[in-house]
């Protein structure tokens, strides 16, 4: 009798033994699926609202990919967030915002300056407008507002804008925006001594730049004795 209670004492200690260790398995399984789930969030869902929201690790190393809400000047625009895209429930299961919506979409946009290049400026502040400045300013509206782009921050720049290499799909491919504004003529190459930013296309930028020169693009198209870059006229009128 003694050993058959002996037996039993045995098997129920196994049978409790091996019951912590499956709620052991199960709590670390759950824990590490926590974890991994917060971090996939944060990575990968977890909207970015404005430019001070971006993290410091995102600076470029990685794109981020949203909607062209607004437009405002020839080399910036407003840009909506939306990670994961159509996966991330955009569209179907979490609403896109409209363009041009100001208010509504106050503190829920990063505004974003185009890296490598410079538009023409446009009147402001009591100042004269540049030839070409509200070329400019169409030609990015028409080329990128309301469309889905990727953003590569590089860096914060004075104003609080995020200086940025800026992609779109076209029929084509996708389509860096600062090299297509070069080429078009309604951009310069960036000349600032200080805080440029060309995510390694400089000479590509430079190269694009030379050709609409010589077939007198955009701002190309006006005499070289009554043309100003855009540098100089911030210098001039600074």
Known sequence: MTGD???????DLSDESTANVKALFYGVGAA????????????????????????KKTYRHRYLYGKVTSVGDGDNFRFY????????????????????????????TIHVRLCGVDA??????????????DEALYWLRSYILGK?????????????????????????GYRDVSAEMIKAGFGTVYEAKVGAEFDGKEMIYR????????HRLGIWSIPARRRMTPRQYKNKYS
């Open 148 to 172: 889905k782009v990727y953003v590569k921050p590089l860096r914060m720049d004075q104003y609080k804008r995020t200086v940025s290499k800026v992609e779109v799909l076209k029929w084509n």
């Open 120 to 133: 023409p400026e446009r009147a402001h502040f009591g100042n004269p407008a540049q030839p070409f400045g």
């Open 207 to 214: 190269h694009y730049e030379k050709k609409a020169k010589r």
């Open 32 to 55: 590490t699926a926590i974890i991994y789930g917060h971090k996939f969030y944060k990575r990968i869902l977890c909207r970015i609202p404005t430019s001070l929201d971006i993290p």
């Open 81 to 108: 967030h939306l990670p994961g895209g159509y996966r991330g429930g955009w569209g179907w299961l979490r609403k896109i915002p409209e363009v041009n919506k100001f208010r509504e979409l106050k503190g829920q």
């Open 5 to 11: 209670t002996d037996e039993k004492i045995k098997g």
